[in-house]
């Protein structure tokens, strides 16, 4: 496949080096500010791409949907932070009927934790001294918080826990209530990411943990829902790639 990267950050480098050990071929990058990029903004980039991989920033998420839409480039998109706009990316891509796929977290590793945590909250439901709480850790770079897998990860708790109806991630200054799922995160240093799910009984703990080494599992996880997109169209999240994949 030729590839357009967009963002040529940590992440836009990670995925041109699984795009080279795939066989693809990448053949632009587009960043307003890194070095290296080939052009600064989608409009001065050639459209002759089978597929764009955009890990940059949320703020252009929809401009940038437009571009693919009017180009007819399927998109697989990593960048965090644009829930609000969820809709107005659909509606783009359903009316074009081109090909997009956005997620959280690309990751085999992290996808095996959502169903792992799928699976721990219908078992542990049944047993009302354990409490759920969920903590996560990213490197100081990040921007948002809690992390889109953190936010994912207590979503899917949610709708299989019937003992946990809200979502709560600031710093409690009162005690939790029973209903209430803690959402805690702390940034600093290098960590590529780190998501833990707890349930505590007076007696025990039982700890679900995630832990990213690199970045490399969420590039080869972007580079094979591109592998995947190819020939498809519509609006996919990353859980419909990995339901594939989980399923064999
Ligand atoms: N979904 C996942 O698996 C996953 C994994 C890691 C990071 N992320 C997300 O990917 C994004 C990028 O992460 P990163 O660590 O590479 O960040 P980074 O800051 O290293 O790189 C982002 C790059 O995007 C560029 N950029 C900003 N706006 C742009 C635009 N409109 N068009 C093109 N480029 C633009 C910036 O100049 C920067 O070079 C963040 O939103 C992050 O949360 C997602």
Redesign the pocket.
Known sequence: MDVIL???????HEIEQVLVERGHRCVAR?????SGADAR?LEEASAAADCAIE????E?VVD?ARWYAAHAVPAVV????WEAERDTVREIVESARTGYLW?????VGANLFFALVEAAGVLLDRFEDYDAMMFETHHR??K?SPSGTALEAARRLLRVHGRKSDIVTEALQRPIEPHELHVASMRGGSVPGVHELTFDSPFDSITIRHSART?AG?AL?SVLAAEWLAGRSGFFSVDDFFADRLQG
């Open positions: 967009v963002g040529y950050g940590r992440m836009g587009i960043d307003p500010k890194a903004s890990f940059a920033n949320g252009g940038n990593g960048t965090t932070g997620g959280a977290n690309f990751s770079h990040k948002d970045r969420f996880g």
